[in-house]
Structure formats: C-alpha cells, structure tokens
C-alpha cells in the first residue's frame, strides 16, 4: 500500500516536475532607440510558447493616467501622474502593466516566479502583483512590495513567488502601481546591460498523459481499497 502511495506521488509531481529557466524576458538594453514604447516583444522568450509575449500598460483614467517611454540607457520607463492612487482605485481605473504568456499544444505552463528590477524618482511607491488565475480584486493580490528610491544604476531587485502548475490556457500577469501620484517607475539597469528590466521564470514541459493516467488509476485503485476496507468494518460492526 505504501509503495503504491508513494507511486502515485511520484508520477504526479514528475509530470509537472523540471528545472525552472527564464520563460520570459525584457532586457531594454537589446532595444534600438527608435523602439515603441508599448506592446513591447520580449527580448527573449522560451519557444514552447505559442505566441511571442508583449509587455504593456493600460490605463482608462484621464486624471491619473500612466505612460510608458523608452530610454535610450537601457531602461523602459512608466510614467506616473495625477492624484495619488491607492491600490483600490488602481484596480478601478485599470492602472496597470501585464503581459501573457500561453504554452503550445501539447505542453503546460508552470509559471515559478516574477523577477524586477526597478527603480523609482518618489518614496512612498508600490507595486502589486496579479493574475488571471487568481483573479484581479483587492482579494486576489499575490504580492505587495514598497518600491525605494534609487538611481537607474543601481536599481531594487524584487523577485515574487508565483507558483503557478499545469496551466494549459492563457494566463496574464499584471503589475499595478499604487500610493503614488507624480512618479517614474524604471524597469532596467543603466550600469550593466545583462539585467534584464522583467523576467518570469518556470518551466514549459510536455503534457505526460502516460504518467497521469497511470497516476489517476492508481489513485482509483486506492480509493477502491479504502472504500472496500471501510465496508468491511462497518458491516462488522453492525454485526456485533
């Protein structure tokens, strides 16, 4: 029974099991100076995704709108202004960056984690965490991180547990930028050009329908015996 068990164990976290890499990443520095500010390609990307991910913000506000902008350092940067915002009214008014990524058929996604590297001109920033399998209420924040005041060189690295397996669809990550009104949020590193400005790593593996199948079995087998074993004592019981 305990090797069954721990066969069914087996089967199920090697089928969703592999080393973590970069899925997705912006380095800005790989940009010309004539790039678009918005919808932004990655830079690079693993190819078992269906679609080449873009990176861009969205806002529905005209009193406190968000912009992004290129710079020509090697940094993407995102425009705050307006009336400070709490993380309630940016989810109201859709103030936010996100991207998507989607695996082939035949592969799922695990998404591991979210890696920034940001700087910003004002204290008193933050940034929150979402995604589309959790969902976008106050509720579903994954993480909130107070954003310091530092120069683009020497930027504040921020890296978010996402923790997220076996994902088959498409799913969208977005960062919302709160408690701040007038600010520039830099995505980059303008002193060493290999940090990427956002980076999402986890790992794209192929759907190992042999092994799932023989774990679900398992699983039903087991259940079975359990179930058989409780009748057999209840019906002893009632017969006593």
Do not use: C
Request: no cysteine; aromatic share 10%; glycine share 4%.
């Amino acid at each position: 029974m305990k090797f069954l068990l721990h066969a069914f164990i087996y089967f199920t976290i090697s089928a969703v099991s592999a080393e973590a890499s970069s899925l997705a990443e912006w380095n800005f520095s790989d940009l010309p100076a004539t790039s678009g500010t918005n919808n932004l390609p990655a830079t690079d990307y693993n190819p078992l995704l269906s679609v080449v991910p873009t990176l861009k913000v969205s806002n529905t506000s005209s009193s406190s709108p968000i912009s992004p902008f290129y710079n020509p350092e090697g940094i993407w940067a995102v425009g705050t202004s307006g009336p400070a915002v709490n993380l309630a009214e940016a989810l109201a008014i859709d103030r936010f960056i996100e991207f998507t990524l989607e695996p082939e058929s035949g592969y799922e996604l695990n998404l591991i984690s979210l890696i920034l590297s940001i700087s910003v001109f004002n204290l008193e920033s933050s940034i929150s965490i979402f995604s589309s399998l959790q969902g976008f209420e106050i509720e579903d924040v994954i993480d909130t991180h107070p954003l310091l005041a530092t120069d683009t060189a020497n930027p504040q690295e921020i890296m978010v547990s996402l923790n997220h397996t076996g994902i088959l669809a498409p799913v969208t990550v977005r960062i919302y930028p709160h408690n701040v009104g007038t600010n520039i949020l830099w995505f980059g590193d303008s002193d060493d050009p290999s940090i990427s400005g956002i980076e999402v790593t986890g790992t794209v593996p192929e759907i190992n329908t042999a092994s799932l199948a023989f774990a679900s079995l398992i699983f039903l087998w087991l259940s079975s015996i359990l179930y058989s074993r409780r009748r057999i004592r209840s019906a002893g019981s009632k017969s006593l």
